[in-house]
């Protein structure tokens, strides 16, 4: 379904809102050139229905609309006020759905397909029509009709509301005269001729016939009020980027200050952002120093995407909070990179994240504090490289939890619990079979009580003996030793990497 | 979509009130399952804290948290006193997805990544791994940030459970002893089949501990 909301007299209406009706009222173009405001030569552009009835027409000079009728209001155009009237009519539109059209002069339709729309929309006419009238007063009349173009005819009729479905269609089209479609001249002349006087005559044409002897343009008329062709609407689009930049004019030198000066920005922004049906995906924060100095930049991610101005601004602050900087702070902008808001299964008794926003906030903290190369999960790699693994950051993509599958290779005893780095130890070898025998570390300090190996491992020898590739390049002999101590004894793993230097890389625990 | 999610809670609220089985799918169930045999035997109580105490290096402590990790259906964070977590051990590299690790480097900030973690309430079981920090630094965790961690498990419904080599909290919902040091022969053994004794305190309020109870559970 569609609607049109249609503001009689839009020009009029935009000047002098609801008392555009009271008397006789013609508006004329300013002339800029001469710089006066009412030129007695400048040209009547739109008239209320008392100057009408006054036999006054658009394109008299104001003099001439005086001459009729003594008392005429002449107001001047101006097309600011005409701008700011179009925009209040698409916010309010914006309010009902984002799928809407400027469709001319104070004419806005909306696509109200994807939107919950009951009782033919009478409900939300009136909405309409109570909100313009009470908050702005204009005075509006709304349309409802399955096509656009039939929405715009019943808006014209409408006192202020009307839908017309199903069978009120051919009934509202029998009544309708045939000068509402606007058709263009010449075919307006022959459709006289042809005694075609209400928009049900012209309907009732067979149209093949109506295109073979009228052409293509009629035709599409036909089609368009038989409700066979729907034309798409030029709908009004979102910006792709909301920012906001801001000059301070003296130089912020504490962290409270920016924040609170991005507080103000980012609760416009979310504002915006709201008014497009958007939810921020990404923030872009960049903060400008004294000419010597390079600007600082950084990009945050919201995980569930959102316009919560609390919420966007904590992570802003946890980010902040530990922020440095040698140079006061002159500038700032920020800008949103909007996306479409998550939308997510809710599970009925768990779900993995209550709050993802919340848990981002929480990581940013942890990354600003530890570094966010000791804050993730963490992925092994393929290799046999001793302690080769990375971290990946925790990030929306992997919120979903990870279903258990069984084991890919069997585990034995206890699990390692590394030294990072690994400590240096003294190592005293038996002299029978050159096996440890007694070791001294900062860790442990004991005799060897029982071992297994030794192992030799090597990798990456493939790689050459050339530059570069001499550190990537590994060979180890590792031991498994139990050590017996009162205290500090167990099972630790001992290495032996070059010739008589020895290291504890870790403890069975 | 806020109304969604209503709806979603209010059939949640009636479902539980209606059937009681549900009730063991619903927040209100007090033993978080840990999905380990010998924990859950025990009832890891939910929102609480709990202290594994093992004053030997290979006591096993690593091997409870290696298999917590492993049988985790459900993201966990693990606070890493000193780093020394060694991902490549894990038999099944697939359950390191559920795992948020956090390299710490001193004690203050392993409480402090832990109360915020608490605080932020998203994940519900969080490891803190505390056994290969020194002695003075543990000592210099104060009794407060123990309570105040206490008291954020409580109100967030996390469960931390906490690793030292000596007794370090000083009141938890439960604390289990490891008594054993396990000699070489145990690289015999199937991580999993590995034959952990517990030993749990009864009233663990304060430092006087009452008469200990003896529990052997097999993994």
């Not at chain 1, 709201?274 to 600082?296: D, M, S, V």
């Given at each position: 379904?569609?609607?049109?909301?249609y503001?009689?007299?839009?020009?009029?209406?935009a000047q002098?809102r609801?008392?555009y009706?009271?008397?006789p009222?013609?508006l004329v173009?300013?002339?800029?050139?001469s710089g006066?405001?009412?030129?007695?030569k400048?040209?009547?552009?739109?008239?209320?229905g008392?100057?009408?009835?006054?036999?006054?027409?658009?394109?008299?000079t104001a003099?001439q609309?005086?001459?009729?009728y003594?008392?005429?209001?002449?107001?001047?155009?101006?097309?600011?006020i005409?701008q700011?009237?179009?925009?209040?009519?698409?916010?309010?539109a914006?309010?009902?759905?984002?799928?809407?059209?400027?469709s001319?002069p104070?004419?806005c339709?909306?696509?109200?397909?994807?939107?919950?729309?009951?009782?033919?929309?009478?409900e939300?006419?009136?909405?309409?029509?109570?909100?313009l009238?009470?908050?702005?007063?204009l005075?509006?009349?709304?349309?409802?009709?399955?096509?656009?173009d039939?929405?715009?005819m019943?808006?014209?009729?409408?006192?202020?509301?009307?839908?017309?479905?199903?069978d009120?269609?051919d009934e509202?089209?029998?009544?309708l005269?045939?000068?509402a479609?606007?058709?263009p001249?010449?075919?307006?002349?022959?459709?006289?001729?042809?005694?075609?006087?209400t928009?049900?005559?012209?309907?009732a044409?067979?149209?093949?016939?109506?295109?073979?002897?009228?052409?293509?343009e009629a035709?599409?008329?036909w089609?368009?009020?038989?409700g066979?062709?729907?034309?798409?609407l030029?709908?009004v689009?979102?910006?792709?980027?909301?920012?906001?930049?801001?000059?301070?004019?003296?130089?912020?030198?504490?962290v409270?200050p920016?924040?609170?000066?991005?507080?103000?920005?980012?609760?416009?922004?979310?504002?915006?952002l709201?008014e497009?049906?958007?939810?921020?995906?990404?923030?872009?924060?960049?903060?400008?120093?004294?000419?010597?100095?390079?600007?600082?930049?950084?990009?945050?991610?919201?995980?569930d995407?959102?316009?919560?101005?609390e919420?966007?601004?904590?992570?802003l602050?946890?980010?902040?909070?530990?922020?440095?900087t040698?140079?006061?702070?002159?500038?700032?902008?920020l800008?949103?990179?909007?996306?479409?808001?998550?939308k997510?299964?809710?599970?009925?008794?768990?779900?993995?994240?209550?709050d993802?926003?919340?848990?981002?906030?929480?990581?940013?903290?942890?990354?600003?504090?530890?570094?966010?190369?000791?804050?993730?999960?963490?992925?092994?790699?393929?290799?046999?490289?001793?302690?080769?693994?990375?971290?990946?950051?925790?990030?929306e993509?992997?919120?979903?939890?990870?279903?258990?599958?069984?084991?890919?290779?069997?585990?034995l005893?206890?699990?390692?619990?590394?030294?990072r780095p690994?400590?240096?130890?003294e190592?005293?070898?038996?002299?029978?079979?050159?096996?440890?025998?007694?070791?001294?570390s900062?860790?442990?300090?004991g005799?060897?009580?029982?071992?297994?190996?030794?192992?030799?491992v090597?990798g990456?020898?493939?790689?050459?003996?050339?530059?570069g590739?001499?550190?990537?390049?590994?060979?180890r002999v590792?031991?498994d030793?139990?050590?017996?101590?009162?205290?500090?004894?167990?099972?630790?793993?001992?290495?032996?990497?070059?010739?008589?230097?020895?290291?504890?890389?870790?403890?069975?625990? | 979509?806020?109304?969604?999610?209503?709806?979603?809670?209010?059939?949640?609220?009636?479902?539980c009130?209606?059937?009681?089985?549900?009730?063991?799918?619903?927040s209100t169930c007090?033993?978080?399952e840990?999905g380990v045999?010998?924990?859950?035997e025990l009832?890891?109580?939910?929102?609480?804290?709990h202290?594994?105490v093992?004053?030997?290096p290979?006591?096993?402590?690593g091997?409870i948290?290696?298999?917590?990790?492993?049988?985790?259906?459900?993201?966990?964070?693990?606070?890493?006193g000193?780093?020394?977590?060694?991902p490549?051990?894990i038999?099944?590299?697939?359950?390191l997805?559920?795992l948020?690790w956090v390299?710490?480097?001193?004690?203050?900030?392993?409480?402090?990544?832990?109360d915020?973690l608490?605080?932020d309430?998203?994940?519900?079981?969080?490891?803190?791994?505390?056994?290969?920090?020194?002695?003075?630094?543990?000592?210099?965790?104060?009794?407060?940030?123990?309570?105040?961690?206490?008291?954020?498990?409580?109100?967030?419904?996390?469960t931390?459970?906490?690793?030292?080599?000596?007794?370090?909290v000083?009141?938890?919902?439960?604390r289990?002893?490891?008594?054993?040091r396990?000699?070489l022969?145990?690289?015999?053994?199937?991580?999993?089949?590995?034959e952990?004794?517990l030993?749990?305190?009864?009233?663990?309020?304060?430092?006087?501990?009452e008469?200990?109870?003896?529990?052997d559970?097999?993994?």
């Amino acid at each position: 379904m569609f609607a049109v909301i249609y503001l009689p007299d839009f020009f009029l209406q935009a000047q002098c809102r609801d008392s555009y009706k009271a008397a006789p009222m013609a508006l004329v173009e300013t002339d800029v050139l001469s710089g006066e405001k009412k030129d007695s030569k400048a040209r009547i552009v739109a008239l209320n229905g008392a100057a009408r009835e006054s036999h006054i027409h658009v394109g008299m000079t104001a003099a001439q609309g005086q001459a009729r009728y003594g008392k005429l209001t002449v107001l001047t155009r101006s097309k600011e006020i005409e701008q700011a009237t179009s925009e209040l009519l698409l916010r309010l539109a914006n309010e009902f759905t984002p799928y809407f059209e400027l469709s001319g002069p104070g004419i806005c339709t909306l696509d109200l397909m994807r939107a919950r729309c009951t009782d033919h929309g009478w409900e939300l006419g009136w909405q309409i029509v109570e909100e313009l009238a009470a908050a702005h007063s204009l005075r509006a009349q709304v349309g409802f009709a399955k096509t656009p173009d039939l929405a715009l005819m019943i808006a014209k009729q409408a006192d202020p509301v009307r839908s017309v479905t199903g069978d009120g269609e051919d009934e509202f089209l029998r009544q309708l005269p045939v000068t509402a479609l606007n058709p263009p001249v010449d075919m307006a002349m022959v459709l006289n001729l042809w005694g075609i006087e209400t928009v049900g005559d012209f309907f009732a044409l067979p149209g093949g016939d109506v295109a073979d002897r009228l052409g293509a343009e009629a035709f599409d008329l036909w089609e368009r009020v038989t409700g066979r062709k729907s034309r798409l609407l030029h709908l009004v689009r979102s910006p792709k980027e909301f920012s906001q930049m801001l000059d301070f004019d003296d130089e912020i030198h504490a962290v409270e200050p920016l924040l609170f000066s991005l507080r103000r920005v980012l609760e416009a922004l979310c504002f915006s952002l709201r008014e497009a049906w958007q939810t921020a995906g990404e923030i872009h924060l960049q903060l400008f120093f004294p000419k010597n100095a390079a600007e600082y930049e950084h990009h945050f991610r919201v995980p569930d995407p959102t316009t919560d101005v609390e919420l966007l601004f904590r992570i802003l602050h946890a980010h902040l909070e530990n922020f440095v900087t040698k140079a006061p702070v002159i500038g700032l902008r920020l800008k949103i990179i909007p996306a479409r808001s998550t939308k997510r299964q809710s599970r009925l008794f768990e779900s993995s994240l209550v709050d993802s926003n919340r848990f981002a906030e929480t990581l940013a903290r942890l990354e600003a504090l530890l570094g966010s190369e000791n804050v993730g999960i963490p992925e092994c790699l393929d290799s046999h490289r001793p302690d080769s693994f990375r971290m990946m950051p925790f990030r929306e993509n992997n919120v979903e939890p990870v279903e258990i599958k069984p084991p890919q290779k069997v585990a034995l005893g206890l699990p390692l619990c590394r030294f990072r780095p690994p400590v240096f130890a003294e190592v005293t070898l038996c002299p029978k079979n050159q096996h440890p025998f007694k070791i001294r570390s900062a860790v442990v300090e004991g005799i060897i009580k029982e071992l297994r190996g030794p192992w030799s491992v090597s990798g990456d020898w493939w790689r050459g003996t050339g530059a570069g590739n001499h550190e990537a390049r590994w060979s180890r002999v590792e031991w498994d030793v139990e050590i017996s101590h009162p205290k500090s004894g167990g099972l630790y793993r001992l290495v032996c990497e070059k010739k008589s230097e020895w290291k504890l890389e870790g403890v069975y625990a | 979509m806020r109304t969604n999610l209503q709806k979603i809670t209010n059939l949640k609220n009636l479902l539980c009130a209606k059937y009681g089985s549900a009730q063991s799918f619903a927040s209100t169930c007090e033993i978080y399952e840990t999905g380990v045999n010998c924990l859950d035997e025990l009832g890891i109580k939910r929102g609480g804290i709990h202290e594994f105490v093992g004053e030997s290096p290979s006591s096993g402590a690593g091997w409870i948290i290696h298999q917590v990790l492993s049988a985790s259906r459900k993201h966990l964070a693990l606070i890493d006193g000193r780093g020394g977590f060694d991902p490549n051990s894990i038999a099944d590299s697939h359950c390191l997805g559920n795992l948020l690790w956090v390299k710490c480097r001193h004690a203050i900030d392993a409480v402090k990544a832990a109360d915020w973690l608490l605080r932020d309430g998203n994940l519900r079981l969080v490891l803190l791994d505390l056994r290969f920090i020194p002695e003075g630094e543990l000592r210099r965790i104060t009794t407060s940030s123990w309570y105040r961690l206490r008291a954020l498990a409580a109100e967030t419904d996390v469960t931390l459970l906490v690793f030292t080599r000596e007794k370090a909290v000083p009141r938890t919902d439960t604390r289990i002893l490891f008594q054993q040091r396990f000699p070489l022969s145990v690289f015999d053994q199937k991580r999993e089949e590995i034959e952990m004794t517990l030993m749990v305190e009864s009233s663990p309020v304060d430092a006087s501990f009452e008469p200990e109870r003896r529990m052997d559970r097999a993994g």
